[in-house]
């Protein structure tokens, strides 16, 4: 019998004991693990811990479960606050999906006039009219390029990523320098600079690693065939499936504030004074919200160098009820990429590919920027931008919500990323256990992207427990 098979035999046979070691001193004869946060890398850990025969409790300072898996219900259509898109290449998530007996919808072609609406230099331009149109005050080897594609045109040609791994495990020091110092020694003109800005997926150009772009763009390149899914019902229903097939409910509002170890043993103190204490933890809490915990022992320096330091993007959607199709009035492409202060307009459709809402889409500093206004100022702006870009949107559209990760105090940005230099000085100690604390979550995932990465790193922390005994 391997040490799997035994697990699972025990786990059946063992008699399960509601949040086993919750404030009581029980030593229960299998392990015990806390696992600190509900999102997918937190829940699926726990899954996999159950069907391996350990206990596990999980700690969740919302008082809601999945994080940033966060599907909108309130909203027509339930569009998704979070995780959105799911690749053909998502082999996890998709079995998970089959599992479940979910069903995953192809992401529909939007209904109304193809394309992106194009608002530069206080003009409308057509897609087809780009390259020879009078806002485009791009240099002559650039202007062909539309101004969502400038960035990946640049840097695709110095890529030498070629593989999931290449950028972890082979040393790009001449790499991880600056996304702008570089774009400057390939003598990016000023006006292409300027709208690299708008929508960087990141917080900013110089803060930013250009290895870490290239790896966005590598896997860009090998799953450019891919098609996009999302649940049907949303993607939130894969958090309950998994929430509901753990033995323990997840225990909400448990903020944990210190993670203290000694005597073979971690224990997690809670802002409500309430203590556990357990044979492992894995925190799958985001690194901008891990930087305000108490750790004892304190991580080993480049890993506490990478806890205080790794940046995550911040981005604000603001979702719009559409009242009424404008698009047939004006007959332009609903989806508008503008160099404005809210950046983004995406349409979100019905399973049946009728436009039932928009989303406004702010990354880096035009989010940070408009998550200071006040909520009606907030409002203003959007309709007002929108309604100048074109005025048939007048009195068709309602904002209904916003959403701004980075003032949420449970993930304090969207998703991370890495700043020059960061890369080749912690990328290695990031997911380093300290002790009997282990760490996982998609900052920690090499391979994949976003939810496929956050599961990718529960299947690592769940081998890396499994070989500590
Ligand atoms: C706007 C947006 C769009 C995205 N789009 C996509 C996409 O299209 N495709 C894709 O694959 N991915 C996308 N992602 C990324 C994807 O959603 C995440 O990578 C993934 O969900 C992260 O899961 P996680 O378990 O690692 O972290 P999280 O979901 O952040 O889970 C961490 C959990 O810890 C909890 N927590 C935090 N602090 C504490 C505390 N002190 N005590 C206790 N609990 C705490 C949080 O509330 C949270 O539930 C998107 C993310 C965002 C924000």
Redesign the pocket.
């Known amino acids: 019998m391997n040490r799997r098979q035994f697990l699972v035999q025990s786990a059946a046979s063992a008699c399960i004991l509601p949040f086993a070691g919750w404030q009581t001193a029980f030593i229960p004869k299998r392990k015990e693990v806390i696992i600190?946060?509900?999102?997918?890398?937190?829940?699926?850990a726990a899954l996999l811990l159950q069907e391996s025969g350990y206990t596990v409790t999980v700690?969740?300072?919302?008082d809601?479960?999945?994080?940033?898996?966060?599907t909108l219900n309130h909203l027509t259509g339930k569009p998704?606050?979070?995780?959105?898109?799911?690749?053909d290449h998502?082999a996890r998530?998709r079995s998970l999906v089959e599992r479940f007996k979910l069903n995953l919808l192809e992401l529909p072609v939007v209904a109304g006039p193809p394309g992106t609406l194009f608002f530069v230099n206080g003009q409308r331009v057509a897609l087809r009219d780009w390259s020879m149109a009078k806002p485009n005050q791009l240099s002559d080897g650039e202007r062909q390029t539309p101004p969502p594609a400038l960035l990946g045109k640049f840097i695709r040609s110095h890529n030498p990523l070629q593989h999931a791994r290449d950028w972890f495990d082979n040393p790009h020091p001449d790499l991880d320098i600056s996304i702008e110092t570089f774009l400057r020694k390939q003598k990016a003109s000023k006006e292409a600079l300027r709208l690299m800005r708008v929508a960087p997926n990141t917080n900013d150009l110089h803060k930013t690693s250009l290895l870490w772009a290239m790896r966005d763009d590598e896997r860009r390149k090998r799953h450019s065939g891919d098609r996009?899914y999302r649940i049907e019902g949303g993607?939130s229903r894969l958090i309950s499936a998994l929430a509901t097939s753990l033995n323990h409910p997840v225990m909400l509002n448990?903020?944990?504030?210190k993670i203290q170890q000694s005597e073979g043993k971690v224990s997690i103190t809670?802002?409500d004074g309430s203590v556990a204490k357990a044979d492992y933890i894995i925190s799958?809490?985001?690194f901008s919200?891990?930087r305000?915990?108490d750790i004892k022992p304190v991580p080993p320096v480049l890993q506490a160098e990478a806890i205080q330091h790794l940046p995550y993007?911040a981005?604000t959607?603001v979702y719009l009820q559409v009242e009424q199709p404008f698009w047939a009035d004006d007959d332009f492409p609903v989806a508008m990429w503008t160099d404005t202060a809210i950046e983004r307009v995406l349409p979100i459709t019905n399973e049946k590919g009728q436009i039932s809402m928009l989303v406004v889409?702010m990354d880096g500093k035009n989010a940070l920027a408009f998550d200071k206004l006040q909520p009606e100022k907030q409002s203003r702006q959007v309709i007002d931008t929108i309604g100048a870009i074109r005025p048939a949107t007048r009195d068709a559209l309602t904002v209904v919500h916003t959403?701004r990760?980075a003032r949420?105090?449970?993930?304090l940005?969207?998703?991370s990323h890495f700043a020059p230099g960061q890369i080749t000085r912690f990328a290695r100690h990031i997911a380093q256990p300290i002790g009997a604390l282990h760490l996982?979550?998609?900052?920690?995932?090499i391979e994949?992207?976003?939810?496929?990465?956050?599961l990718e790193?529960?299947e690592r922390v769940v081998r890396e427990l499994m070989n500590a005994g």
């Open positions: 600190l946060g509900a999102g997918l890398s937190g829940l699926y700690l969740e300072g919302k809601r479960i999945g994080g940033k898996v966060f998704e606050g979070g995780g959105w898109t799911i690749g998502y998530f996009f993607n448990k903020i944990v504030q809670c802002t799958t809490l985001p919200v891990m305000g915990l993007t981005i959607q889409w959403q990760w949420n105090p449970f993930s940005g969207a998703y996982a979550g998609e900052h920690t995932a994949s992207p976003g939810m496929e990465g956050a790193s529960a």
